[in-house]
């Protein structure tokens, strides 16, 4: 028996020594920066895995081809661990000593904050894939993220179409629902709904500008009853709504809360920002049936390019024999595609610009030429960094899917909306 | 004789005539509902409207159906056929299908009936804007409904509808209906429609209405009336003083909703630190595995209700290989298939089971760690750390990272309305079961002979041990019986909360929190400590509007009040504690 494992272990080692060099002339390394561990692993490992897919198909399809040559992908797989200045330490890892030609990660607003500095000192480029409160542009990221005017606002567009008039704004305590609800709160005003039909409360500071609205409530927060209360009150008057920023699994118990008071999709609709069908697996979704979401992808859109992207996962998903990703009850969401049309864009950026070059690459992206048809329809990298895709709202089924309700298309994504929300509320 | 004759065969007759005419609407609404289903747009919308009109039954049933993607289209050729699927089902799950148009079961060519599954058939979509039509034709008929509370619903929502057509429909209502509270309901609603009246004394009178009823559903209208310019003077006035009393009688249902609020939360505490009371107040030892033993309790009712659906099966693959052989283990337990009110009941199995579960993995945490380390309490802080650790691993392999989901029992899930200030069945639940566990263990401790043996070993271990008290196994019956408490809260807990591996952590800092300013070793400390907790929490978040800072003035008063107080509530001088 030992002889043999001997023997198996001989033969790897030789294999391993003779495959290495063969596959090191004509490979590629790209980083692929996420959270394997602690709290955001539930979200992030998702991403990781979708990556993993769109490296291999890639690969499968003949790699990346740069003028006569083609490489291979080689990923190179680093853990943040929830931690962000890890993020920042594993950002300079990739780009100083793996010296990979992108990177793919990131999800909290506070890693991205956390890596921009390293990115921009040495001059590497960053995909980033998940929705996020907007007011940033470096020349080193590139947002395939929905920005605010590609989720909150065509929701909000979506439920003023509905009739509603009075908005309750609820999130968790940090920079993405405090900057969306802000920015919210000023688009609302701008269509006509008065200060007091914005529930929540409001943070004013001396001069009486108000610089923060909605309710927030801490990471894991689980007593909403207070809260519930506050809001059935709220919607007792008829045509309210919430916009709910609350992420991770406070969710659950504040839908359970939602149910127990009797508040139902019919009454006053929940729309929430931070859950894709990934997050509705571990969600009691018979309680949310009717609520609503907004993305730029649903898994059941009804394409056929989205069909083949889903049994293409379905079927790697079967065969590929990483360590650590799970094989089975799998979803496919809005951030995941977001990460695997950015490799694509990625692949056709570089082999237009026929080099690895960061510069020269980012020269390419940054033409506004560069489109791919992804499984969520077209999606087109802008000058500004962000891209043109389809807004989806779609409200939950049992089954934990989105029955899609209406579709923005081709929504152009623009970071910057504070300013020009100032700049309207006071001339009008 | 002959007149008693003729009197029958007029009777019978004219019985006939009003089945005939009975079918004849009957089936006038089925093709109406059919030709609804089939169309689509505004067209649809209309059709779905106008069945508001009917009154009938089968409307009410096929709508719902509906909405639940229940109706399907079965199609034959070009024609389609909107039919329902019977809920008796056949051996393969197909049932046979109902046609709308006819009430008929479908038949094929060769006049046998087609029977379905539903996954076989496409179901008739719908979407928002269509649901909401159907739902305002459901809330006309349910104006019939004999349920007052979906009368009630249904009042309500024509109220807020502004629709000054929807007044007649009230007030016939209103003579006919016999229920208090939906009476209110419908005056409510009548006077919210009339204060868009034209005439100044109806909107007066009105607003006086609402101000008598307490209306918090008109207060937005109301306030929209009084900030109102072009509204006459009196209306303005009328609609002022309204606002003001339903502006008090909101205040006064706060005051109340948040008594309410604090003691359930109270509650939680108090069944969370229950067990710790006895662990850690009564014994000694500073239990920090006492989380995983409410999430052993939490993942207990998860496996209960998977026992009660489909089963649950897990399996174990340990990253270790005997001799090429992967290290693996695999459970898969039948499910029972429970439906329908016996499926509700799971919960009721789940109590006693969680506690018998946690009860046993305290017995086994007692046996192997803790009886080493009785008389080293540091030593027990860092080994049950460790033990927290291991158990929230053990978690993770055999239920996943992520979360599980537990769904509640219908009969916690609803809640009941006393004078706006409405109560959840799951929080009333928690407040009695919180009572329950607090009489059973004062009972368990002060009127059983167990009891007895429990406190004599907590006074003076070794004295006791003199007595002939057998300690060992003392110690053993209270650790696990404190963990068993932890089981019970983990039941209640997967009930509100979430159920996942590191579920503990969340609830052992305010555990330790409420027994030490309960004073430790005293249960009646705990009770107040985890009511003036959860009552002043609610009421700070009331008063500061935010659920951090509320938290954050109580923290501080503890604080302030330990400084004071080192001792907590009810400070106990025993020689176990010295």
New interface residues.
Partial sequence: MKKQLMKYLALLSLAGMISLPARAADTVKIGVLHSLSGTMAISETSLRDVLLFAFDEINAAGGVKVGDKSYTIEPVVVDGASNWPLFAEKAKQLLEEDKVAVTFGCWTSVSRKSVLPVFEKDNGMLFYPVQYEGEELSKDIFYTAEAVNQQATPAVDYLLKQGKKKFYLLGTDYVYPQTTCLILYKYLLLHGIPPENIGGGFRKDDSGKVISAGKYVPFSYTDFQQIVADIKQFAASGDACVINLINGDSNVPFFKEIAAAGLTAADCPVVSFSLAEDELRALPTKDLVGELGCWTYFMSINTPANKTFLKNWDAWLTTQSYPGVVKEKRAMDSPMVLSYDGVYLWKAAVEKAGTFDVDKVRDVLESGDITFDGPGGKVTMQKNHHVTKDVFIGETKANGQFKILETFPQVYGEPFLLKDLDAKLTSK | MKRALIFLLTCLTAGLFCLTARGQETSAVREKLSRAVLADGLEQQKLVSELGDTGSKLVHDVLVAWTRDNVFLYESGDAKIPVLLEDQTDADGKARAINIADGKFLLDAQKRELRFAPTELASADT??AL??VI?QTLDTLALADSDPDARQNAVL?LG?SKKLKNLPVLQARLARETDVSVQRSIKEAIAMLQLGDADPKIQAAAAQQLAALKS??????VKTLADSKTAPPEVVKAAKSAAETIGEH?SF?NIL??IF?GL??GSILLVVALGLAITFGLMGIINMAHGEMIAVGAYTSYVVQNLFGTGFAFSINLPFHF??HPLGFSLSLPGINATGWFYETYFLFVLPLSFIMAALAGLVLERTVIRFLYRRPLESLLATWGVSLVMQQLFRMVFG????????PRW????FTLDDV?F????VFVIAFAVLIIIGTWLLLTKTPLGLLIRSVMQNRDMASCLGVRTARVNMMTFAFGSGLAGLAGAFLS????V?PSMGQ?YIVDSFMTVVVGGVGSIVGTVCAAVGIGTSD?VL??VT????SGKIVVLVCIILFLQWKPGGLFSIRSRSLD
């Fill in positions: 979407d928002a649901r909401t739902q929502k807020n918090i559903g008109s207060l937005d209208m909101i249902v909703g948040t609020r359930s939360g001799f090429g990272a992520n979360n599980v989901q537990v769904s509640s916690l899930l609803g809640h409405s959840g069945y799951n929080r009930q509100i909360g979430n996942g969340l609610q978040q009331q509007g935010s659920p951090v």
